[in-house]
């Protein structure tokens, strides 16, 4: 008996949707990151890109709940995004919870950024990821299927 390996032309995507309101940021980006690598079909295979198509919806919901951030543990006070400019001293920061209230979409696609490789097949499955604020998302013809955490 051998080994079942995936070949990159067999693969058989789907697509899924993920309602993030009121679930913590970083399970539902694990979740994505799961479905997007395809670490849940049982013919995964490390070195082939098996992964499927993820919508994230209700991000601005999930983010901000009633005002509050749904971080566990203060994070949303104490943790920071980080990016440079490219000029000398333009390190800008950005607090979790300014970063949520004004732009949830990035904070969603950071978290799910930050759970997926760094290497071709990584890069090829964050395409595959979608990010709304919103309920509302334009891929209904391809009849995405309601993943539930």
Same mark, same amino acid.
């Given at each position: 008996?051998s &080994?079942?390996?995936?070949?990159?032309?067999?693969?058989?995507?789907?697509?899924?949707?993920?309602?993030?309101a009121?679930?913590?940021?970083?399970?539902?980006?694990?979740? %994505?990151?799961?479905?997007?690598? *395809?670490?849940?079909? $049982?013919?995964? &295979? $490390?070195?082939?890109?098996? *992964?499927?198509?993820? !919508?994230?919806? =209700?991000?601005?919901? #999930?983010?901000?709940?009633?005002?509050? #951030?749904?971080? &566990?543990?203060?994070? %949303?006070?104490? @943790?920071?995004?980080?990016?440079? &400019? *490219?000029?000398?001293?333009?390190?800008?920061? /950005?607090?979790y919870?300014?970063?949520m209230?004004? @732009?949830?979409?990035?904070?969603?696609?950071?978290? /799910?950024? *930050?759970? !997926? $490789?760094? =290497?071709t !097949?990584g890069?090829a499955?964050?395409?595959?990821l979608?990010?709304?604020?919103?309920s509302?998302? @334009?891929?209904? #013809?391809?009849? $995405?299927?309601?993943?539930?955490?």
């Open positions: 008996m &080994t079942y390996m995936a070949k990159a032309g067999q693969v058989d995507r789907k697509w899924y949707v993920i309602d993030a009121g679930k913590p940021l970083g399970r539902v980006a694990a979740q %994505a990151a799961v479905l997007l690598r *395809g670490k849940h079909k $049982p013919t995964f &295979t $490390p070195h082939v890109d098996c *992964g499927d198509h993820v !919508i994230i919806i =209700n991000c601005a919901e #999930a983010v901000l709940t009633g005002g509050k #951030a749904v971080l &566990t543990g203060g994070k %949303a006070e104490k @943790k920071y995004y980080y990016h440079h &400019t *490219g000029y000398i001293g333009h390190l800008k920061a /950005v607090r919870d300014t970063l209230r004004t @732009k949830p979409e990035k904070a969603m696609e950071l978290a /799910v950024h *930050g759970m !997926i $490789p760094s =290497n !097949i890069r499955a964050e395409a595959r979608r990010v709304y604020a919103g509302e998302h @334009k891929h209904e #013809a391809q009849k $995405p299927t309601a993943w539930e955490l």
